[in-house]
């Protein structure tokens, strides 16, 4: 029996975790492996209608130096995550990546963001999260507010095209991943500043965005691999 279970793991399971852990990486594994505990201990909270204190005490802070300057700033940088601008930049980059006939990239593209939409709108609906009203809001949102679609939704698509953009331009790689990371956590800051999302609805977000963000480019690139374009 344990001969037999050693010889299945060895020939059918053993091959595919250590693909896995090639194309991920021991580091990536390791954050990717942290982050699911932090959200499994946010869901928890959630679900059992806890209350973070941290949560509040945060947002008025960050509303403390709240100005109409930062107002006209702040509701620039969260309208690069709505529904209409997502929809522009999909469109523009399936476009380009058509033209240059990088389907497998397409195709991804596509997976990464509807899995993304269909996951946010799920887990809100899952968690059913009120969201905060500390504030007279500049701007009103209506679904609920764990976790944060902008969030989640940034990261996947903006991380996704940063990707495809450093393996193509190498060489600008470090500069390509310094302004999407900047643009992803500005999106972030903004809704905090907005006061339509709690601090643990951003994290959320965030995280549940990079562990489905790393799916899509571990199935890309063993896609690659399969096709030999790129090797493990």
Not at 44 to 70: G, Q, R, T
Request: charged residues 10%; glycine residues 6%; proline residues 3%.
């Amino acid at each position: 029996m344990i001969r037999s279970l050693i010889s299945f793991w060895v020939n059918h399971i053993h091959p595919k975790i250590s693909s896995l852990i090639t194309t991920i990486g021991i580091v990536g594994l390791v954050i990717s492996l942290s982050i699911l505990f932090i959200l499994t201990e946010l869901a928890h909270e959630v679900l059992e209608k806890d209350a973070f204190d941290f949560d509040e005490s945060i947002l008025l802070s960050i509303h403390s130096v709240a100005n109409p300057y930062l107002d006209r700033v702040m509701l620039t940088v969260t309208h690069l995550a709505n529904p209409t601008a997502v929809l522009v930049v999909f469109g523009v980059s399936s476009l380009l990546l058509l033209w240059q006939r990088y389907y497998i990239e397409l195709v991804m593209l596509a997976i990464a963001s509807f899995g993304a939409y269909i996951l946010n709108t799920e887990l809100k609906l899952l968690f059913v999260k009120v969201r905060p009203q500390l504030w007279t809001q500049l701007i009103t949102e209506t679904s609920f507010s764990f976790p944060s679609g902008h969030a989640l939704g940034s990261i996947v698509l903006y991380g996704f095209i940063a990707y495809l953009l450093a393996k193509e331009y190498s060489k600008f790689a470090a500069l390509i991943y310094t302004v999407a990371t900047t643009l992803i956590a500005a999106i972030g800051l903004s809704r905090l500043y907005l006061g339509v999302h709690w601090p643990t609805d951003i994290i959320a977000g965030y995280g549940v965005g990079f562990l489905w963000l790393i799916s899509c480019i571990t199935m890309l690139k063993l896609r690659r691999v399969e096709q030999g374009s790129e090797t493990v």
